[in-house]
């Protein structure tokens, strides 16, 4: 066994120095995966651990830092880790969805080899095949600034990664199988605090220091409201930007999406709740866990503090004041600022219309009519070694047509470098989140009802924020504007996992003529390969 490590771990290395910068650091993570007995409503569940733990182990980096991750799995099918958040710049090989990336096969194991090329911030990884995302195996990510560049805040007394989602009692094989017949899956039984139910987990401050919470909505079906007793939070990071800093009393995070807080321990020396409820469901959901002051004269006392339930308008008016901070650094000296979006004119617009119905009898979900069916081989492998008959280019439309739904591969392939607007619409009655990967995007406008070309009047062409995961509120729609500079295969998709895992979801092709190493890397040099793709070389070692 020691020798397999040994012998993954030099491959890797070797691999790693054809794609990353020599000067840039390595940190290296050995994960095993497994099924393991977990508890965190009270009753006996199987849960994906990696190396033991529930939630998974914290990923802690720098910017540009490379990431090199042997990832062994004990399960019984196969399995992938995504990244949420980070880019795989000019690397999408590594992205680690079916569309990308072959499964690790039981018993076997596969070395990641990221980098987190020019980011910062917060996020987190999970797995994207088969529902095991509710099986537990995702954790957080966390990227410094470099020594050298300013943080437009104090470093915290502390820095806490803090879990957030809705959870089923259900085993993940359960609810898969309800979906697999067709059937939508219910309300979760309730929410988990790093991989705890409620008053399972606490946080230790000492009075008068300041702290950060990294907080990341995990979950499955719910946007979440968090909320310290007798605490205020400011917002100073969403997804790799510094915004504004603002306070709020609680904040709303939606499926898929990071946020950083500071918040400062002021009051007195006792005990006091950390809430998470659900919005815009009936009934509420409601975790706690513990605010614990290290000379606490008490425990926590009263009810858990209330938040906001089925308000939407709050929700709006929140989202909408979340700026960027244009002044701050990012991941490089120059003021996040300087990249003047709003004055590049889009070279295309793209209109995405979520929709939920029955094919053949059995619930499906759609963006533009189309449900995606995954292929037999993972769409980028099919570019790379010229598979006919995978997928085709022009699967999905550039608008909603409102016809009934269909299956297909969908892929929409646009331009490197072009410079486009996206508009999602949510004609249902549920809040809708949408994630990219590969990007962060603009979000510089949300309204209620539809979207027409005079919504642009009201958009924020200054400081909208800059993050890789959006909400759309119900009967709303949500416009985007992203700056296509990372060739690649891109899932975007429904962060509602039995949506995503039903259909709603589909690939950008950021495509290119050039083959030069500047616009993407090659293949790796250890891309599992499966499908039509089997038997097929990568490059000579």
């Known amino acids: 066994m020691r020798l397999h490590l040994a012998v993954a771990l030099f491959c890797a290395t070797a691999s790693l120095f054809a794609i990353a910068g020599a000067e840039d650091p390595y940190r290296f993570f050995i994960w095993n995966v497994t099924y393991g007995d977990i508890y965190p409503l009270g009753v006996r569940q199987t849960g994906i651990l990696i190396n033991g733990q529930f939630p998974g182990p914290d990923i802690h980096s720098v910017t540009n830092d490379n990431l090199i991750i042997n990832v062994f799995n004990s399960l019984n099918e196969p399995f992938l880790l995504s990244w949420n958040g980070i880019q795989q710049r000019r690397n999408s090989y590594e992205d680690g969805v079916y569309g990308t990336t072959c499964p690790i096969p039981p018993g076997k194991n596969f070395t990641y080899i990221l980098q987190v090329k020019d980011q910062i911030g917060s996020f987190y990884y999970f797995p994207s095949l088969a529902f095991h995302k509710a099986a537990g195996g995702f954790g957080g990510i966390r990227i410094l600034s470099r020594p050298r560049i300013p943080v437009p805040f104090p470093d915290p007394a502390g820095d806490y990664t803090v879990l957030i989602g809705d959870w089923y009692k259900s085993n993940h094989t359960d609810l898969k199988a309800q979906l697999d017949g067709g059937k939508m899956l219910p309300l979760p039984d309730g929410i988990l605090i790093n991989g705890r139910g409620p008053g399972g987990a606490s946080f230790n401050v000492e009075q008068g220091k300041t702290y950060r919470l990294r907080i990341s909505n995990v979950g499955l079906q719910n946007s979440l409201n968090f909320r310290i007793q007798n605490h205020k939070l400011k917002l100073v990071e969403v997804e790799g930007t510094h915004t504004l800093q603002t306070t709020f009393s609680s904040i709303d995070v939606h499926l898929g999406q990071s946020v950083s807080v500071l918040f400062t321990a002021d009051q007195p020396a006792q005990d006091y709740y950390i809430v998470v409820s659900s919005r815009f469901t009936n009934p509420v959901l409601t975790s706690t866990a513990t605010l614990r002051y290290s000379n606490s004269a008490g425990p926590v006392s009263g009810p858990p503090p209330g938040g906001p339930t089925i308000q ?10 979340i700026r960027t901070n244009l002044t701050a650094s990012g991941p490089r000296p120059n003021p996040q600022g300087s990249y003047h979006y709003g004055l590049i004119n889009t070279t295309r617009t793209v209109r995405l219309a979520n929709s939920a119905g029955l094919v053949d009898g059995k619930q499906r979900y759609a ?5 995606f069916r995954p292929a037999d081989t993972p769409l980028k492998l099919a570019d790379y070694f010229k598979i006919d008959g995978v997928y085709r280019i022009g699967s999905i439309s550039d608008n909603p047509y409102g016809g009934a739904i269909y299956l297909d ?17 949510n004609d249902e009655d549920i809040v809708q989140s949408w994630h990219l990967d590969g990007y962060s995007f603009f979000v510089v406008g949300m309204d209620g009802g539809q979207w027409t070309a005079a919504s642009r009047n009201g958009y924020n062409l200054r400081d909208a924020v800059s993050r890789c995961t959006a909400q759309v509120y119900p009967k709303s729609w949500t416009a985007i504007y992203v700056a296509l500079d990372n060739v690649g295969m891109w899932n975007l998709r429904s962060e509602n996992w039995a949506r995503q895992y039903l259909g709603q979801q589909f690939y950008l092709r950021v495509s290119t003529t050039s083959t030069s190493l500047r616009d993407e890397y090659p293949i790796p040099k250890n891309a599992l390969l499966c499908g039509r793709a089997s038997g097929r070389r990568t490059r000579p070692l």
């Not at 939407?312 to 004041?321: H, K, M, P, Y």
């Not at 963006?367 to 449900?371: A, E």
Request: aromatic residues 12%.
């Open 312 to 321: 939407v308008d709050w929700s709006l008016n929140q989202a909408r004041s």
């Open 367 to 371: 963006v533009n009519s189309v449900s």
């Open 409 to 425: 591969t969908s892929v929409m392939n646009i331009d490197y470098r072009a410079f486009i607007e996206i508009v999602f619409q």
